[in-house]
């Protein structure tokens, strides 16, 4: 069957609209009608071809929130009618050790990303939401719990959530921790919300004086302004755990240094060119570590969205047209948003 999108044929292409093909729901599968889709920055990169490998067409889109519309015979967990949710993966080996234990971001043959991935379906790679539809295997969709008027705003939870839901479980983040959250922005606003919600004490970091009093809108017990040395060195050897969500080259130092002895750095952010190599004295003399997390596993990201509905968490949204994907993404580039593009598939 075909259903409306907008995609691109080329990375110098504006954003157009297309008829694409999606296949009949299989005997695990679940169709999804897509009332919302975030805009991430992954999409901008692939869609300007600017990771390696991006095929076209491409449509971009991996914070999906709909109503399921059809299930195979097989599907136990969805029917009709059902809230749902799709992220960045609609496919993994489902056998080796990381899928095993939930952790299918992980798969040992690689994960299968809802856009740009293999598939046997026409034309060869997924399509992802910025589309009306979508046909997922059961095992890849998401309940989301959250009332009908916040839909638009869950949808950013799908990758800017869990991306930093997962590190802040995985490091035990909660009561008696003190947290950083580097870089007030599509991620790190979610950052400082969930880290709120786990009941520790977060200290925001960013560049910019004039997000100081947002920051702490967002739940920030501190705000810290990154660039003050007077302001970065009373923060010393302070800090269990830090999650960096910029995605610009930087210079880890500077926050690696605010961690106790065994605290973490965790990056979430990939930069456009590599980091500036750490001072490994600054991690031996304390037994500081820094390290990596992507996304989350399903079961973990539907931990999250519940989550999220129990503590009233969604994204700060900005509504567009699906006509305004290009302006978006200039003013993306820009950062003149807070803190996430919300597609309105209705405009399609």
Request: aromatic share 6%.
């Amino acid at each position: 069957m075909t259903t409306r999108a907008y995609g691109v044929n080329a990375a110098n292409e504006s954003f157009q609209s297309m008829d694409i093909a999606r296949r009949a729901p299989g005997l695990r599968d679940v169709q999804i009608e897509i009332a919302y889709c975030g805009i991430c920055h992954s999409d901008l990169h692939t869609a300007r071809s600017e990771w390696a490998g991006t095929l076209y067409p491409c449509v971009p889109g991996h914070e999906i929130v709909g109503r399921v519309s059809a299930v195979g015979s097989e599907v136990t967990g969805f029917k009709a009618g059902d809230t749902v949710g799709v992220g960045c993966m609609v496919g993994s080996c489902q056998h080796c050790a990381a899928c095993e234990e939930g952790l299918e971001q992980y798969c040992e043959r690689g994960l299968i990303g809802t856009y740009n991935g293999p598939t046997p379906d026409a034309p060869g790679h997924t399509l992802g939401g910025y589309s009306q539809r979508i046909v997922v295997d059961e095992k890849f969709v998401l309940h989301v719990r959250h009332p009908q008027e916040q839909l638009a705003a869950v949808a950013p939870l799908l990758c800017a959530g869990i991306t930093t839901y997962s590190p802040l479980r995985h490091w035990n983040v909660g009561p008696g921790k003190k947290v950083g959250i580097v870089g007030i922005g599509g991620l790190g606003h979610m950052g400082v919300k969930i880290a709120h919600a786990m009941g520790a004490h977060v200290v925001a970091f960013t560049t910019s004086e004039s997000k100081r009093q947002a920051a702490h809108d967002l739940g920030a017990d501190e705000v810290v302004v990154s660039r003050d040395r007077a302001q970065m060195k009373v923060q010393a050897n302070s800090f269990d755990f830090i999650l960096d969500t910029v995605a610009a080259s930087h210079d880890l130092d500077a926050f690696s240094s605010l961690l106790k002895r065994d605290g973490t750095l965790c990056l979430v952010g990939v930069p456009e060119h590599a980091h500036p190599s750490p001072n490994v004295g600054n991690l031996i003399f304390k037994r500081r570590a820094i390290a990596g997390s992507l996304i989350g596993g399903i079961k973990e990201t539907q931990e999250m969205l519940d989550f999220c509905a129990q503590h009233g968490i969604v994204a700060d949204i900005e509504m567009i047209r699906a006509d305004g994907i290009d302006a978006a993404y200039e003013r993306m580039l820009k950062s003149d948003v807070k803190y996430r593009f919300v597609i309105d598939v209705a405009t399609m």
